[in-house]
């Protein structure tokens, strides 16, 4: 089956009981048991649930794994399969790399004896010397958030697999629609289902896939034992969302292309970060790993008070965290989604304070570009 039809059938068979054509929200912590030691299948609802394992399925479906689990939020899904390693294992991440990420790496995750490095993952010559014999994991976004710099996904998989060590991806700015990281070597996919999958900004939640069954089955440990689980209705928010993934991404995609157009082409906005356009250092590379080249993009204005102006004027584009949704969202990363960094760390890897990032929406081009040239003319 093609991607839109799995993204619509997988996983969201109609209701066995009634037949209606959308699975029902299970709204349910336990189920009763026929006699002891004899369940439909389903005994409490943090160890599994309908409304999960649709989805679940769905998931990995999408993303080629072999299994797929969902969690509370891309967060307690990125730290899930930060577990899979032990006190004394080295982890390799992308130097420009979430704020979160880094606070959980820095404040706690450290704390408890796991050693890790931030390295320029585009850069494979400075990922093979920072390997040692205690790294068990890279850890990459591509792009990376918000600078979108991309890491060669194959080339990546052949380094780590030479070295025995697990590939992790976080595929959250393309979704599987844009970017199928499995496809290239991938052992693990990690998303914020919060972005693009849901779509819609009204759910929170994480998704991990993987392809090794011994990971799948740690992880599902995890999940169960530590209990981050997605309610049922955040589970039916997100699969409904996935049902127009394939529509929405097509029209996030134009847009990107338009939008990331119009701020090259502007006399004040410095650079514009988007490998969809031919002057992106790594444009190529997004034309050969990527389906389409998605929505997120962010540009230069040279300092925190022109920004500060573009921030405080615009109409149509909402001032807020977060990305993915139908709506368009703008952001300034320095001051809101990194702000953990601390600013050093923040300006070595491009944060600088005239960074703007934009999760371009599904609006009408025209009226997004509208509305920044009026915002620009404030700065």
């Not at 336990?30 to 649930?49: M, S």
């Not at 704020?99 to 093979?128: I, N, P, Q």
């Not at 906005?269 to 993009?297: C, I």
């Not at 368009?328 to 070595?348: N, Q």
Request: proline share 4%; aromatic share 6%; hydrophobic share 40%.
């Amino acid at each position: 089956m093609g991607f839109a039809t799995d993204a619509i059938h997988e996983g969201q068979e109609p209701d066995p009981a009634t037949g209606a054509i959308v699975p029902p929200i299970y709204q349910t912590s336990t189920y009763v048991q026929e006699e002891l030691e004899k369940t439909k299948g389903y005994d409490y609802a943090r160890t599994t649930h309908p409304n999960r394992q649709g989805l679940e399925r769905c998931l990995a479906k999408l993303e080629g794994g072999t299994a797929a689990y969902a969690f509370a939020s891309g967060m307690a899904a990125i730290d899930a399969i930060f577990r899979l390693l032990r006190p004394g294992d080295h982890l390799i991440v992308s130097r420009a790399v979430y704020g979160g990420v880094y606070r959980l790496l820095t404040k706690l995750l450290g704390e408890f004896g796991l050693a890790f490095d931030f390295v320029d993952t585009s850069d494979l010559a400075a990922v093979a010397q920072a390997v040692r014999p205690a790294t068990r994991m890279l850890y990459v976004e591509t792009p990376t958030n918000p600078t979108m710099i991309l890491t060669d996904l194959a080339a990546a998989a052949r380094l780590a697999h030479d070295r025995g060590v697990r590939l992790a991806v976080d595929n959250t700015f393309l979704s599987p629609y844009c970017q199928q990281p499995i496809a290239f070597g991938a052992d693990i996919v990690v998303h914020s289902m919060t972005k693009y999958l849901n779509g819609h900004s009204d759910s929170v939640g994480g998704a991990v896939i993987l392809t090794r069954p011994e990971d799948a089955e740690r992880i599902y440990f995890l999940q169960r034992s530590v209990g981050a689980v997605l309610g049922p209705m955040d589970c039916w928010l997100t699969a409904r969302g996935i049902k127009t993934l394939a529509v929405r991404m097509e029209q996030h995609n134009r847009n990107g292309m338009a939008v990331a157009q119009y701020l090259e082409a502007h006399r004040k906005v410095r650079k514009v970060h988007y490998p969809g356009l031919a002057s992106h250092p790594q444009h190529e590379l997004a034309a050969r790993q990527q389906r389409s080249f998605g929505a997120m993009l962010s540009f230069d204005l040279g300092s925190l008070e022109a920004a500060r102006r573009l921030l405080n004027h615009v109409r149509l584009c909402s001032l807020a965290e977060s990305l993915g949704g139908v709506e368009t969202l703008i952001s300034h990363p320095g001051l809101m989604t990194h702000a953990s960094m601390p600013a050093e760390v923040r300006e070595k890897i491009g944060i600088t304070e005239g960074l703007v990032r934009l999760s371009v929406g599904i609006e009408d081009a025209e009226d997004l570009i509208a509305d920044l040239d009026q915002a620009l003319a404030h700065v």
